[in-house]
């Protein structure tokens, strides 16, 4: 008798519990609508601390358009879905470019922006936003046989290819020769500035698809320079990164999403030489007519080096996945932006198991395409609606680094200035 009361009082306060636990985030919930932004002193706050790191939502958002487009198993609403989609990333691309073009008139501190060790390596991640809005337009709109859109895609291009050698050559610099880093604090960001002339390099072969004659011969051979200038610095900066997580472990929690990044340096290296092998062997035999095997050459060995670094991307995926259970096992991984490299890189993978499965018929690799493609989606929406959220509260949007910022730009000015004083 006395143990069935008990039982039923503890059932009768284990349900008080729950309906007091409902209660509370409902009313929580209720209290971050009706107060937007209420993490911010001023509305002003939401431009001075609007960084490019949200460059990457449409980085994001736009791999995963064209992993439903080119999803293994055909469903017509996919295609529309998808297409929505790439609109939606349209917009993020135009509303991200302007606000962070409000910034840097506002308040004029780019050149601040470029000296820090963190931000500035966010700066890359614009010129693959803007990839992202080609690849779609390509791939979109070819079936179609729209008259205006390879001289548009080509243009479009050429524009990006300007903005990502600038991020490759400045960017890097700056880090040589005035950003202060201690090894300790170095992440896989780093690889942020470098990496977008390789996911040109992949965008230039789509857009060569849609041309013919000199203009194909040349956008081919550009792209594989690009390929070359990319995938090389990357290797290095790599191995550095090995280094580092060798000797110092793994990134801090709230950074530990950044171990994805390898992943899309190799996948989209697999994804493009891949693809610009197809279109070699297209467009050499008739462009470069004293090198007669040179398409077949470039197409075989486009496949052969996309499934070597197709392979050792499978490593980085296993050991980022690790990592980011380990981190989470220790502790919690706070939300932020840098949760959208966990999309991009992990796209870039599938991008590439898409094309290794178009060349070999494999099985294996739709499988593994589907099964990907469906949580890649589906980690997409759990970070959009974070990413909402915590916008719409204004937490993503703390000009949290404005102070740091200013002080390590009039440290970095003062010992230009002074050099004789620096050790």
């Known amino acids: 008798m006395l143990s069935r ?12 519990s729950i309906v007091s636990t409902r209660r509370t985030r409902a009313s929580a919930t209720r209290s971050i609508i009706q107060h937007p932004m209420c993490e911010l002193d001023t509305l002003r706050d939401v431009i001075r601390g609007f960084s490019p790191a949200w460059f990457t939502v449409s980085m994001g958002t736009g791999i995963v358009s064209m992993l439903l487009y080119g999803f293994p198993y055909e469903w017509s609403p996919l295609k529309y879905i998808a297409m929505g989609i790439a609109l939606l990333d349209l917009l993020t691309f135009v509303v991200t470019l302007v606000l962070f073009t409000w910034r840097l008139v506002q308040y004029r501190d ?43 895609a080509l243009v479009l291009w050429c524009i990006n290819i300007v903005f990502a050698v600038l991020s490759f050559l400045a960017i890097p610099f700056l880090v040589t020769s005035h950003q202060k880093h201690a090894f300790e604090n170095v992440n896989a960001t780093l690889l942020l500035p470098v990496v977008p002339t ?66 899309g340096v190799l996948g989209q290296a697999s994804y493009a030489i891949q693809l610009m092998g197809v279109q070699a062997l297209r467009v050499f035999p008739d462009g470069l007519s004293q090198m007669t095997y ?130």
């Open 198 to 263: 390789v996911v040109t390099s992949s965008a230039g072969a789509l857009v060569a698809s849609v041309h013919s004659g000199t203009t194909a011969v040349a956008v081919v051979l550009i792209s594989y320079a690009l390929w070359a200038i990319g995938v090389g610095i990357s290797l290095m900066l790599l191995t550095f990164y090995v280094v580092r997580l060798v000797l110092h472990k793994l990134p801090p929690p709230d950074t530990i999403i950044s171990a994805f990044i390898p992943l």
């Open 294 to 423: 040179l398409g077949e050459v470039l197409h075989d060995l486009g496949f052969f080096i996309g499934f070597l670094f197709w392979s050792l991307a499978v490593w980085w995926l296993a050991h980022a996945i690790y990592s980011v259970l380990y981190t989470r096992f220790h502790g919690p991984v706070p939300f932020n932006l840098g949760w959208w490299t966990l999309i991009f890189p992990t796209g870039s993978f599938i991008s590439s198991s898409t094309k290794l499965w178009y060349l070999t018929g494999y099985t294996f690799f739709r499988v593994l395409v589907s099964i990907m493609s469906v949580g890649v989606i589906t980690l997409w929406i759990f970070v959009t609606l974070n990413t909402i959220r915590y916008a719409w509260t204004g937490e993503l949007l703390k000009p949290i680094n404005i102070r740091h910022l200013e002080l390590h730009t009039y440290s970095e000015n003062k010992d230009i200035q002074n050099p004789e004083q620096q050790v």
């Open 5 to 16: 009361l008990a039982k039923e009082h503890s059932e009768g306060t284990l349900n008080d």
């Open 110 to 152: 780019f050149f601040n922006i470029l000296l820090h060790p963190q931000m500035s390596m966010s700066l890359g991640a614009a010129p693959m936003a803007f990839t992202t809005l080609i690849t779609s337009i390509v791939t979109i709109l070819a079936p179609y046989e729209v008259a205006w859109m390879p001289t548009l």
